[in-house]
């Protein structure tokens, strides 16, 4: 360790006096005089800085500075320009028929921007960001509507949800049959083989044809006698290839049994007419609208 | 001893041979490092070594490698400054700037070539070049960008050659600067500064022209109307320009700069470094008139070479970390040599491998071909190359393909399955383009666009501009047995409906 001044012939130079391996000594290069001035107007600058902007917190605020800067109202103003910038396409929207904003392709690009971080923000929860949905959970892409697929069901349903208490909203719900005791479990399970085969799934032929003549009692008045069901009430196509809630006999008797009943929110209120729009042309757009 | 103020130049210089003046200087990075570490160690052990600027008075330089210099100064400032008034013709709505970099609309323009954002690796292959290329001339030739060509060497060298123009030369200066605040030295400093100041401005001004149309800029400058961008970009280079290159001078070079510290992984000892060759330069001395050069060295102590240093050392103390290799000792030595009669070449470029030799010459024995050059000339061949060729065949119609991945595939009702694909359609041309998609690889496909009517529609890409159009591939449930994995090859052209012009991609068709 420190131990004697040496001096280094070859650079000229007085070493630290630290010794390694007995022979391996730290040249003391000076440091240039700037260098430390340097370090003083940094010192300096942030004093200047803590008398101009914000900088020390206190209990319950923090010190405001004095040139009275905060991100905060930067954000909020940059929101406002971009609010005002989009005043004229929100107008538009709110004053087109929603037939003829995709005619207006200015109108349409806005409308699907917007829609789709609308989406993101308020929908993709349960639907799935790519609103690909899941179980019990529609998938928005494909083109089965079990309240209609076209831009005004569309609306209708996003402004105001389905069983959720709301004057307007899609109300109807199916019975539960094997909870509310209609129907016995062996018939429910009948029923369901028949449902799977009007889907084109395989089933137990006798089961099937032992279901067949209970829904056409019990359910063809809302799925229809061809199974292919009823928009008006919400009663999804039992004959096509999408099953919200799964397709496995477990699953169509669980179906039976309970009733399901998915519930939505209102979103008339929750959002301003243009977002709830937007969100309409947005979701009609991802290729199952009609 | 004379009063301070009433130096002469014989205070500063003697005679080191006949008609040879001796500088009075000793290399100032020796001297400060002396005197500033004596002090630390004098202040005690923990104490921090402070070394106290010695200003260096680089003296003028004639010679060979001055007027390269001098050369490569009036060329490169040339093109800083005149680059971007160059106009060039693009047609209407397109800027005519020949050398614009448009980040307000995201292109670059180099002449006839159009650089788009998605295109900037291009930029990056001119870094990478000009990175091989900074450790080839390294490797050849020392630190031949530091001497000559860094922008911190040729602003330095003309705010040098402003400081000489308003306040003498040398010993001149020296001086006046050891004397009073004289009017005369007052006025001779406002001058230099206000030069300095003024050479600033004009580098900062140019700067900004570099991102904008030059003479609406100029016009939007004068009138106070520019984008407050441009007056802070304007403020920074020119505070910088006048602060590096007018004051800091060699310490950004010593104290700042990265480069001298990555240079010495670069050089070998076939390396041309400039040197002083001791072998027949030692033993130095003064030389008079009449006396033998028998048995004594060529070199006369003169220290012309450290008088004209930039950066204040002595190259007769061997490589430095502080040597931005800019020849101007050369220059310097082969003066005095050529007047006492002697050879020149005393201080010259030369190898380590000859230096190690007394009777070699500076550059017996030279081999530029070696492993390190052929390697870095090698890799910037192969970089021009693949640049030069990606540019000449690159298509004035680009496409991108995104497929959707969430979800991947849809099963619609029918059991048909649907696939979204997102398909930017970018159109360089100063024409609006009609374009039609087609979609091959799969039998029985379906396709669909969104916005647009019918399977195969034209579509219209604006000028100079991107579209990006929604796809829909669909396979009905009969066709599924087409598919032999649930991710299929999947093949998107866009064509040209009246040149033929196509870009195409291939992506994937996913399924169950």
């Avoid at chain 2, 091989?132 to 330095?156: D, E, I, K």
């Avoid at chain 2, 399955?417 to 039609?436: A, F, L, P, S």
Wanted: neutral net charge; charged residues 20%.
């Amino acid at each position: 360790m420190a131990s004697e001044k040496h001096f280094d012939e070859v650079t000229g130079t007085h070493t630290t006096g630290h010794v390694w391996d007995g022979d391996l000594r730290e040249l003391n290069k000076p440091l240039p005089k700037w260098w430390l001035y340097v370090l003083y107007v940094c010192i300096l600058w942030s004093i200047a800085y803590w008398i101009l902007y914000p900088a020390w917190p206190s209990l319950t605020d923090y010190s405001k500075g004095y040139l009275g800067y905060s991100q905060r109202a930067e954000v909020a103003n940059d929101i406002a320009v971009a609010k005002a910038a989009q005043e004229k396409y929100r107008q538009g929207i709110a004053n087109t028929a929603l037939a003829d904003i995709p005619k207006n392709p200015e109108l349409m690009q806005f409308a699907l921007a917007g829609g789709a971080a609308l989406f993101g923000d308020n929908c993709s929860g349960c639907h799935g960001r790519g609103a690909q949905g899941s179980v019990g959970y529609p998938n928005l892409n494909d083109d089965d509507w079990m309240w209609g697929g076209a831009l005004d069901n569309i609306h209708k349903t996003i402004s105001f949800g389905i069983r959720n208490g709301n004057e307007q909203a899609h109300s109807t719900a199916m019975p539960r049959f094997g909870l509310d005791g209609a129907l016995e479990p062996a018939v429910i399970n009948d029923v369901a083989s028949y449902v799977r085969s009007t889907g084109g799934l395989e089933a137990d032929k006798d089961a099937a044809t032992r279901g067949a003549a209970v829904f056409a009692e019990q359910c063809s008045v809302c799925h229809g006698e061809d199974g292919k069901g009823n928009q008006e009430l919400g009663a999804p196509n039992l004959a096509d290839s999408i099953w919200l809630y799964g397709n496995s006999q477990k699953d169509v008797v669980t179906s039976i049994t309970t009733g399901r009943g998915g519930i939505m929110p209102a979103w008339d209120g929750r959002l301003d007419p243009v977002s709830v729009k937007m969100l309409t042309v947005y979701v009609h757009s991802l290729g199952g609208g009609k | 001893m004379q009063d301070k103020t009433k130096l002469t130049p014989d205070d500063f210089i003697t005679e080191a041979a006949p008609g040879v003046a001796r500088h009075d200087v000793q290399a100032v990075a020796r001297r400060k490092a002396t005197a500033a570490t004596v002090a630390a160690v004098d202040a005690g052990p923990g104490k921090i070594a402070l070394a106290g600027r010695q200003h260096v008075y680089p003296k003028k330089a004639k010679g060979r490698y001055r007027n390269i210099k001098s050369a490569i100064l009036v060329l490169t400032l040339g093109i800083y400054y005149l680059l971007p008034w160059i106009r060039w013709d693009r047609g209407p709505g397109l800027p005519s700037q020949a050398f614009l970099l448009d980040f307000e609309h995201q292109r670059l323009y180099f002449g006839p070539i159009e650089i788009w954002a998605q295109e900037f690796y291009y930029i990056t292959g001119l870094l990478v070049i000009s990175a091989l290329g900074l450790f080839l001339v390294t490797s050849v030739a020392g630190r031949v960008w530091c001497g000559y060509a860094c922008p911190q060497t040729v602003w330095t060298d003309m705010m040098v050659a402003v400081e000489r123009f308003w306040q003498g030369d040398r010993n001149v200066h020296m001086r006046r600067d050891a004397g009073p605040w004289t009017f005369d030295k007052i006025w001779r400093k406002a001058a230099t500064h206000t030069s300095w100041i003024l050479i600033s401005l004009a580098t900062g001004g140019a700067f900004v022209f570099y991102f904008r149309d030059a003479p609406t800029l100029a016009t939007e400058l004068m009138t106070g109307t520019a984008p407050s961008v441009a007056y802070a970009f304007l403020g920074i280079f020119a505070f910088t320009t006048y602060l590096l290159g007018g004051i800091a001078r060699e310490q950004v070079c010593i104290y700042m700069c990265p480069w001298p510290r990555i240079q010495g992984a670069m050089l070998d000892r076939n390396s041309l470094l400039v040197s002083y060759r001791a072998a027949i330069g030692e033993p130095r001395g003064p030389h008079k008139r009449g006396d033998t050069w028998d048995n004594r060295g060529d070199c006369v102590d003169c220290k012309a070479c450290v008088a004209v240093c930039p950066v204040g050392i002595d190259i007769r103390n061997g490589a430095q970390l502080e040597c931005i290799q800019c020849a101007l000792c050369i220059d310097a030595c082969n003066e005095i040599m050529d007047k006492v009669g002697r050879p020149r070449g005393l201080i010259d470029y030369t190898t380590e491998h000859n230096l190690a030799s007394a009777t070699a010459g500076p550059r017996d024995g030279l081999k530029l071909l070696r492993a390190r050059t052929l390697l870095y000339s090698g890799v910037i061949a192969l970089i021009c190359a693949l640049m030069t060729w990606s540019l000449l065949s690159r298509s004035d119609l680009d496409i991108s393909v995104l497929a959707d991945r969430n979800p991947q595939f849809v099963t619609l009702s029918d059991g048909s399955v649907r696939n979204g694909y997102t398909i930017k359609i970018v159109n360089k041309t100063d024409e609006v383009r009609q374009v039609r998609i087609k979609v091959s690889g799969i039998k029985g496909i379906v396709t669909s666009m969104v916005g647009l009517d019918g399977a195969d529609p034209v579509i219209e890409v604006p000028v100079a501009d991107v579209r990006a159009v929604k796809l829909f591939v669909t396979l009905p449930r009969e066709s599924r047995s087409e598919l032999s994995s649930t991710s299929t090859p999947l093949d998107i052209t866009v064509a040209d409906t009246t040149t033929g012009v196509n870009s195409a991609r291939r992506t994937s068709f996913h399924s169950p």
